[in-house]
């Protein structure tokens, strides 16, 4: 039966890259997506599945139900794009400005699509069925996938695999793990609130942006000296804003950044932690504060049987040196949120070719995939369906 899915599957390669290119071509941003689902759930209907569709908000979720009865197994792909510019030269960039597939969302979306397809034609010899999981909004928490598995996404499913394809690891390379593979992802705000006044009068003033930038350096302390070292951590301040004019000292400035842990108890110390920082910086100088912290998505916790029933299946499609145990990520995935609700495992596909350029990381302007991926991609997850559901 597998040699007949990845028969099917090579045929359809030339869909799989064409439907690819087309969502490639018009991104939706994260809760804004209305063309990418409505074209999802047309081509679930056209191949004959059972289609729900604005599941949690803006899901899809098609179920094709095998010849004899059995266990059901649950795909997952999400399909939001990002607020970047695409700036590569291909033909199908990108044509919304300031919105591009640079996460491979889109390569997603289109591996489950052909992998659909394919199975379509062979329920005759499926015993049990096949949900095909269309993820909205994982790029924004509180993202898409709580609010599908509250909605019933997951009713009736035993397993869940998923996977998520990287440029700067090589084509044909599978990378997996057992337990926690990737990391917690919360956001802080920080307003430091001073006192404004004239650039050239700085002692009227309680100025803002030297504290900000103390506060700054003070929560780089927080991992390199409170934090146990062998315990993975990151405090990271990606956005700074303060002023409006070069002789005015701003009486406010913003300090937003992301919290990435896989310990529950430093997750909590380190919110504790960039208060207690903030409090004292701004005390220090005379300032006031208000701070948020808005707890993300949770640690993705891979469970170990179906990472092993995994890794088993994927020796049948790649060779086994190109199957290799991960290192911990610290990027977050709301797939989390299913493993809290069903044993699975999420994985990451190679998708990378140094050679033909296509190696920038995730969420770059020049992001691409080498689309030989998606086949592998495919028939990986193919196969972890059918062996789960014959095992």
Do not use: W
Not at 9 to 21: Q, S, V
Not at 155 to 175: Q, S, Y
Not at 225 to 244: C, S, Y
Request: hydrophobic share 40%; with cysteine.
């Amino acid at each position: 039966m597998l040699n007949k899915l990845y028969t099917r599957l090579e045929e359809i390669y030339p869909d799989i890259i064409a439907i690819r290119r087309d969502f490639h071509m018009y991104p939706e941003l994260s809760f804004k997506e209305v063309r990418t689902p409505q074209k999802i759930a047309e081509f679930h209907s056209k191949l004959g599945l059972e289609v729900r569709t604005g599941v949690g908000g803006r899901g899809v979720v098609a179920t094709l139900r095998g010849a004899r009865p059995g266990k059901t197994v649950a795909l997952r792909a999400d399909f939001d794009a990002l607020p970047i510019q695409d700036e590569k030269d291909v033909e199908y960039k990108s044509k919304v400005p300031g919105v591009m597939h640079a996460c491979g969302h889109d390569a997603h979306t289109a591996t489950m699509l052909g992998l659909a397809k394919a199975l379509s034609g062979m329920r005759e010899n499926i015993q049990g069925n096949i949900v095909f999981i269309h993820q909205f909004a994982e790029e924004l928490a509180p993202g898409g996938a709580i609010s599908m598995v509250e909605d019933g996404c997951l009713d009736g499913v035993d397993v869940i695999f998923g996977t998520h394809f990287l440029a700067n690891l090589p084509t044909g390379k599978i990378g997996y793990r057992e337990g926690a593979i990737m990391a917690a992802a919360d956001r802080f705000e920080i307003e430091v609130i001073g006192r404004g006044g004239h650039g050239a009068a700085p002692h009227e003033t309680i100025d803002s942006i030297i504290i900000g930038s103390q506060l700054v350096n003070n929560l780089q302390q927080i991992v390199s000296r409170r934090i146990d070292p062998t315990k993975p951590a990151v405090v990271t301040v990606g956005q700074f804003n303060a002023g409006d004019a070069f002789n005015i000292i701003a009486e406010k400035a913003k300090i937003i950044g992301t919290v990435r842990t896989f310990d529950e108890k430093i997750r909590n110390n380190i919110n504790q932690m960039i208060e207690q920082i903030t409090a004292a910086t701004c005390q220090a100088y005379g300032a006031t504060y208000k701070y948020t912290y808005e707890y993300g998505y949770p640690v993705v916790q891979n469970n170990s049987i179906e990472t092993r029933i995994l890794v088993e299946s994927a020796k049948k499609v790649i060779k086994e040196d190109d199957l290799f145990e991960i290192d911990l990520r610290m990027g977050g995935e709301d797939f989390a949120y299913y493993l809290h609700k069903v044993p699975g495992t999420f994985f990451f596909t190679g998708a990378g070719n140094k050679e033909a350029g296509v190696d920038y990381p995730l969420h770059h302007p020049k992001f691409n995939i080498d689309e030989k991926a998606m086949l592998v991609a495919a028939k990986v997850l193919g196969t972890v369906a059918l062996d789960y559901l014959q095992g």
